[in-house]
């Protein structure tokens, strides 16, 4: 497949410019929403413990973490704000929660971008397929990034 994945022609250009404009004021804005549903989802498991609503409120505030993902990904491509240092504190912080260190994920992830889908040098598909149930729990306990 040859096209150009940066090229677009459905939109103007000077539209595009000001969609990825970055901006400190925006990307804490949308850091404290964020933030903000942690805290009211974290407060409803703590409310929920003992009852039958605690597996909801747990299964929607492990939605709202896993979503960390988003700011932690586009904060170690330093996109979510203007200022670089902001960029690597929400990429900690968000690294931290996830247990997903994020000079780790830095590198890990622009190795895959310089080698995407090359099955020998793309590191989203180095790893084999996960052998059985104590490989896997070990896989999703986060534990090996942090060896």
Known sequence: ME???YRNDKIDKQALKALTRRSDARGLVQAAGHL????VTGGLVLLA???LAYAAAALVHGIVLVFLFAPLHEAIHRTAFA???LNDAVATACGFLLLLPAGYFRAFHFEHHRFTQ???RD????????????AYLIHVSGLPYWR
């Open 36 to 39: 903000g549903l942690l805290t």
């Open 3 to 5: 096209e150009d994945v």
């Open 118 to 120: 090359d099955p020998l």
């Open 83 to 85: 200022s670089r240092r």
């Open 49 to 51: 413990a003992g009852t």
């Open 123 to 134: 590191p989203e598909l180095a790893a084999p397929p996960i052998a059985g149930s104590p």
